[in-house]
């Protein structure tokens, strides 16, 4: 079985070691398809960086993620998200 998705990339972020932060992305969520965020560290990001997603959610239209660097340096990191099955 295959299914069409969709992806989207958002801006650049950068979280200080040990920082916690909540974004919140805005796009064509709904309740009839599946999202997921993605994220890793950017090339640019010193040795040792790390990002992790704690917790994320949705609400109409928007999907909430709770973000940690667990790193002992920086980290720059660009959102992904994957929404299936395709809304186009």
Do not use: C, Y
């Amino acid at each position: 079985m295959s299914v069409e998705v969709d992806f989207n990339r958002w801006g650049t972020i950068f979280l200080a070691p040990g920082q916690n932060a909540t974004w919140w992305f805005t796009w064509i969520f709904d309740g009839s398809h599946w999202s997921r965020m993605s994220a890793v560290p950017l090339p640019d990001s010193p040795d040792g960086s790390s990002i992790q997603i704690v917790e994320e959610w949705a609400t109409k239209g928007t999907l909430w993620v709770h973000w940690r660097n667990n790193g002992t340096t920086g980290v720059l990191f660009q959102p992904t998200v994957i929404v299936a099955p395709s809304r186009f």
